[in-house]
Structures are given as structure tokens and as C-alpha cells.
């Protein structure tokens, strides 16, 4: 557990300090030789959640979107598996729905595929996160 406990303080002192921090709750789908994997992967993410949140008394630190929450919101299913956002991200922002201008929008469209599939999963979160509570 140390060990984990150490990457997790690595990381903490890597984030900017925000009054809140949404993270997205993934499902997890156990195959035989994962349980270990995904095991080490919940233990990473309490750490993380219980000392984001550590000292916060009077609300929550870290706010949980789940997963099928983003599927459904911006219908990212095909049959039972999610597909990428990147299409639906593109069509956000040439909307004007998302604002992703300059420096910012030349450096996403820059990255490699799989970067930009992160950091779209990103922007896709906190735009649920933004109709999640307006609704």
C-alpha cells in the first residue's frame, strides 16, 4: 500500500488546487487475470478521493460522474461498447457549446489520437458535469 500511496502524493503535488474536483467513475468489467489490476486501480482512487477531500468539512472536495452518465449524455454507445467522443467534441466546439479557442485548440488538435482521446474524455466530463447540474 505504500507504494500506491506514495504515487498518489507524486500526483496530488502535480494538481492545481481547485475548490472541486470531478473525476469520472468507470465501470469496471472483471476478467479473470484483472481482479489484482483492477483492485490496485480502486485502491489508487480512494487514496486519491480521501486525501483530496481531507480537511474539507463543510462540503465535498471530489464529485463522481459516472461513466454511463457521458455515454448516455452525449450517446457514445454502439451496441454495448463505448466509441470516441472525439466527433462529438469536434461538433461541441464548432457550435460554440464548448469554448476551445488559441493556444488551447491548436495544442489539442496537434496531439497524437490517443492523447487527444484523453483529453477529450476530459473536456467531455467537465461538460457533463456542467449539464448534470443544470438539470
Known amino acids: 500500500l505504500y507504494i500506491y500511496y506514495d504515487a498518489v502524493q507524486q500526483v496530488l503535488k502535480q494538481l492545481p488546487a481547485a475548490s472541486l474536483y470531478v473525476v469520472e467513475q468507470k465501470q469496471q ?6 481482479v489484482a489490476h483492477n ?67 491548436s495544442a489539442y488538435f496537434k496531439e497524437t489520437s490517443v492523447n487527444r482521446e484523453h483529453l477529450c474524455g476530459v473536456l467531455l466530463l467537465a461538460r457533463a458535469f456542467y449539464m448534470l447540474t443544470e438539470t
Not at 29 to 34: F, H, I, L, S, V
Not at 46 to 60: D, E, N, R, Y
Not at 76 to 101: C, I, P, Y
Open 39 to 105: 483492485q490496485s486501480q480502486l485502491t489508487v482512487q480512494a487514496m486519491l478521493v480521501a486525501l483530496l477531500s481531507h480537511g474539507k468539512l463543510l462540503q465535498p472536495q471530489v464529485v463522481s460522474v459516472k461513466s454511463s452518465a457521458i455515454t448516455n449524455l452525449f450517446d457514445l454507445n454502439v451496441g454495448n461498447e463505448r466509441v470516441s467522443g472525439q466527433e462529438t467534441l469536434r461538433k461541441l466546439v464548432d457550435a460554440g457549446t464548448l469554448n476551445l479557442q488559441g493556444k488551447l485548440k
Open 29 to 34: 468489467r472483471t476478467k479473470g487475470g484483472e
